[in-house]
């Protein structure tokens, strides 16, 4: 197996894992914040804990990387409170298919960056085989959506989640350009550490008052739904594009909405169906391609 198969193992075993992050939105009694704070707070001491017992170096390698590590904490901080708001506002289903428009979002975000971040020129325009894929992964995106109305709850949640989607893209871009030469252990402690020290002064519900049952289920979304997860996708990264990252990554709303239908109950119609088979289709060719290095 070569670095690029490898890479794609690891980003599709993360957004497997990825697609039951979003049921705890539901499934946790408190805000999307505190949801946050007390997540990554969990995340960053497993992942401390891995680095420890693997004897590999917590430091970084100079101040510079300090600096992004700050930055990229910050962007992933931002992602993850919407993230969450957009799923209690608007329901799991709903919630995360306004987020995946991050794919399109990073395919024209990406190459605009790039012209400033990178020093390789060359990826300075999309491609046209990705613009496609991304028109596809919008349409199925599309016909995901059910009809709302503007100015209620869901319209709000589906707002937060896009707004999500624009910071998860810029993470995945600024990690690609700046952070990927370390681990993807090494690099999601520092983002978890940053966005819980940015975060805990806002919180709501002081730890003394969650509930036993809602500390069970954080103990499990910070290490098997967020320490693991980003780890995998943060190493994926050092090998694949965030638009190729980002496009694969559409398998996430299927399988957010098969778990939510198993265990919230949540319906979905035809035309959920047809977008979710467009959406796959777009990333199982994306896969394809990739791994035929073209």
């Known amino acids: 197996m070569n670095t690029k198969q490898q890479s794609l193992l690891y980003l599709h075993s993360a957004v497997l894992i990825f697609g039951g992050t979003a049921l705890f939105s539901k ?19 497993v992942l401390f804990i891995l680095l420890t017992l693997q004897k590999q170096k917590v430091k970084l390698a100079s101040t510079k990387d300090y600096g992004i590590a700050l930055l990229l904490g910050i962007v992933v ?29 990073t395919v024209f975000l990406e190459p605009l960056l790039n012209r400033f ?26 016909l995901l959506i059910p009809e709302v109305s503007l100015g209620n709850q869901v319209t709000l949640g589906i707002a937060t989640g896009i707004f999500s ?14 952070f990927s ?30 509930t036993h049952n809602d500390w069970l289920l954080i103990i499990l979304v910070g290490v098997i739904f967020t320490a693991m997860p980003h780890a995998l996708f943060a190493s ?13 990554s559409c398998l996430q709303p299927l399988y957010g909405s098969v778990l939510a239908f198993v265990l919230l109950s949540e319906r979905v119609n035809m035309w ?16 394809w391609s990739v791994s035929r290095g073209r």
């Open 236 to 248: 994926s990264l050092r090998h694949l594009s965030a638009t190729t990252a980002g496009l694969i």
């Open 165 to 178: 989607a624009f910071f998860f893209a810029l993470r995945n871009i600024l990690h690609k350009n700046y």
């Open 272 to 287: 959920t169906i047809i977008g979710g088979i467009l959406v796959i289709s777009a990333a199982l060719f994306e896969t």
């Open 117 to 142: 971040l990178s020093k390789n020129k060359k990826s300075s325009k999309p491609k046209p085989k990705d613009i496609f894929i991304a028109f596809v992964v919008m349409f199925g995106i599309f």
């Open 77 to 105: 901080g931002i992602h993850w409170v919407t993230y969450f708001a957009g799923m209690q506002m608007a329901g799991v289903t709903i919630g995360i298919i306004a987020f995946f428009t991050y794919p399109v979002i």
């Open 181 to 210: 030469h370390y681990s993807g252990p090494h690099t999601m402690l520092y983002q978890t550490l940053v966005a819980f020290l940015l975060l805990c002064l806002f919180v709501e519900v002081p730890p003394m008052d969650v």
């Open 27 to 45: 499934l946790i009694g408190l805000p999307a914040l505190d949801i946050t704070v007390y997540r990554t707070a969990i995340a960053a001491i």
